[in-house]
């Protein structure tokens, strides 16, 4: 097969294409980055609520979930990175993004997090070839001047608030 590598795959662990993608999408053996795509439900893009939520609530809502996700995960070992898109589009709508010092840890965790439920909802992660978050991020979404919108291939992050995590990252010093 003499596919080339999909960059977007490679670059962000999600291509919009899926399985029907021209270009291979060759998943890891070994990664020290794990992902859990569409963990993050974001309020703002559920339809089927009837009251919306205000920047604060929204604010709140995302610290306690990028708090209950990050503690599960240093239970397994020290995070290094986590990151949660928030973009409004199939393959990268909540996608959750947690890198490990240890390529073990982060096989370790995809063991034991794809027997658990988290929301209600079972948990689906796997290794990802993501090994620089930077590479992934939408700048323009960064200074809220990215026009693509659900067309954007890359990250749109939702950040915790910084208070948060400074705490979290804090709390692995041994």
């Known amino acids: 097969d003499d596919k080339t590598f999909c960059d977007f795959y490679r670059r962000i ?47 709140q ?31 990268l709508n909540g996608n959750v993004y947690v890198k490990f010092k240890d390529p073990e840890l982060a096989e370790q965790a995809v063991v034991l997090l794809n027997q658990e439920w988290f929301g209600g909802r079972p948990v689906h992660c796997e290794l990802s070839p993501v090994s620089n978050f930077s590479d992934a991020d939408c700048r323009a979404y960064e200074t809220n001047t990215c026009t693509r919108g659900d067309k954007c291939n890359f990250m749109h992050v939702r950040r915790p608030t910084a208070e948060l995590k400074r705490q979290l990252f804090k709390s692995q010093d041994k």
């Open 13 to 59: 662990g999600a291509c919009r294409h899926g399985e029907r993608c021209s270009r291979k999408h060759v998943k890891p053996s070994l990664s020290d980055t794990v992902l859990l795509p569409n963990l993050y439900q974001n309020p703002k893009l559920n339809k089927n609520e009837g009251e919306e939520m205000n920047p604060r609530q929204l604010e």
């Open 61 to 91: 809502y995302f610290d306690h979930f990028f708090k209950d996700v990050f503690i599960r995960f240093a239970q397994i070992g020290e995070v290094y990175a986590m990151v949660v898109s928030e973009n409004d589009n199939n393959h």
